[in-house]
Structures are given as C-alpha cells and as structure tokens.
C-alpha cells in the first residue's frame, strides 16, 4: 500500500510505476550500511550526503512503514559484489528499430534513447543489470539476483544524444554483443531487445554529486513557471523494498524523499 502524503491516495506501487527519470533507493541495501545497524522494521531515516550537506527527508510511506528521527549518513558507496544503495531509474523513449539515419550515427552500435539527461549524473553512469526482473521486447532476462542488480552491463556505453537532453546506449564497440559480452553471453545481451517504453537502472559513479543535481533540477522545476506544459521532469527520489514480497517479484515502493540543502554545516 502506497500513501502520498499530498494527495491520500491509497494503490500498490511497483518500480515500473515509478515516473522516470528517478533515483532509487534501495532500502535493503541502506539498512545493511547503517551504523548503528537500522532495524528491518519499516521505519524510514532521513538521508545525509556529507559530501554537498543534502538532506533527503521522506515525505510520503506506505502504511506499514513510518518516519522516524534517526538521520543517518551516506556516501552511497558502489563496492563489487555488494548490492549499490542508489540508482538512476530511467524509460527506453527510442530502441534500436527507432534508430534516426545521421542522428543515431554509427547505426551498427545504437541500442536505445533513454529519458536520463546526462547531466544530471554529471556524465559519469553506467548501465547494469537491474533492479526489476520482467520481459524486455520479446526477450527475458531475469536481470537482478542479489549483488547483480549492480552488476555493470559490459561493453555498453552511455552518453548524451545529439539532438535533445536525453541520454543514448550504445555498443562500445562496432562488434556489439560478440566483442563486449561476458562468457556466458547473457550480461548484456539483453540490451540488444529494449524497446519503447522498457526501463532500465543506472549506476551513477558518484550517488552524491548525482542527489545534487536532482535538488537542483527540483528547484528549478519549483521556480519555473513556464515547465508546467512539458515532459515530466520532476526527478522525485524514491525509496524501494523486496521485504515481503514474493521471491523473484518486482520491488515495491514505500517512500519518497524530498531534497534539502543544510546551510551552514
């Protein structure tokens, strides 16, 4: 059960629903880092990035978890074979059948268009796995098992378009699949079937400077009137939970933060 605390409206949410671009919380994952260790009782703490002095508050629960007082320092660090605590939840707007001639240049190594601008990663992300396990065009991977939802996709590069602000995947190298991929050939294949409207997670190098230009991407949004009539950019930040769900489901989400910068710490 999901609650927003601005409109009270009570329905399941899962990742997919989530609106896109994002940054996603793992909270399992947040728990397993906290010092001292938070209990796995549903109750949400407010995030610190003491890199910037970002503030994550949460603001909205589902009705089996609560807030709680506890602030609790994070550098959202990214350690191998660990689950990542924070990623960038994004939606395939173009695959590789939707490839532009002299836009999409070289053709052979396109894979999708996705609506993650670059720049609010600071250019620095990477593909992986994933976080949700569901069909992706024709073909399914069950991308996230564990530490492998973090797990870089190999050979796959990511960088802006050149025509918009949203991001492009692509081959890294002109053989795609054959050159780049692991041993068992799974890794990345996947990538190869993203269509429209498919989503995808990404593994900012550094959550910190990321949460930074989502606070600053909120302000603008606040302030500018005139973004009202456009696409979503409202880069909302979302905490999300495989606690009590079936083995092998979607993940739920059970919170949502909002961004302040402290002053003066």
Not at 193 to 220: A, I, M, W
């Amino acid at each position: 059960i999901f609650v927003t605390a601005q409109q009270n409206v009570h329905a399941l949410m899962l990742l997919s629903d989530v609106p896109t671009p994002s940054f996603i919380v793992d909270l399992q994952a947040l728990r397993r880092i906290a010092e001292p260790p938070l209990n796995d009782n549903g109750d949400i703490p407010s995030i610190r990035c003491p890199k910037n002095n970002l503030l994550l508050q949460p603001i909205c629960n589902s009705d089996d978890t609560k807030h709680n007082n506890k602030v609790m320092d994070c550098q959202f660090p990214t350690v191998e074979g660990q689950p990542a605590i924070g990623y960038l939840h994004t939606t395939v707007t173009r695959g590789r059948d939707d490839a532009i001639p002299n836009e999409d240049e070289p053709i052979s190594t396109f894979l999708a268009e996705i609506d993650l601008d670059p720049t609010l990663c600071r250019n620095d992300a990477h593909l992986v796995l994933g976080l949700n396990n569901h069909h992706v065009g024709s073909y399914y991977w069950a991308r996230s098992a564990g530490a492998g939802s973090s797990m870089e996709a190999p050979g796959v590069g990511y960088g802006s378009s050149k025509s918009n602000s949203k991001g492009v995947l692509r081959w890294l190298d002109e053989g795609g699949p054959t050159a780049c991929n692991s041993n068992d050939g799974k890794r990345s294949e996947w990538v190869n079937f993203l269509r429209r409207h498919d989503t995808v997670q990404l593994l900012p190098n550094d959550g910190q400077d990321t949460l930074l230009e989502f606070y600053k991407r909120q302000s603008l949004s606040r302030i500018d009137e005139d973004r009202k009539g456009e696409e979503n950019t409202s880069t909302r930040i979302f905490g999300i939970s495989n606690e009590g769900r079936p083995m092998g489901s979607e993940p739920a989400v059970v919170c949502e933060w909002r961004c302040i910068l402290e002053e003066g710490i």
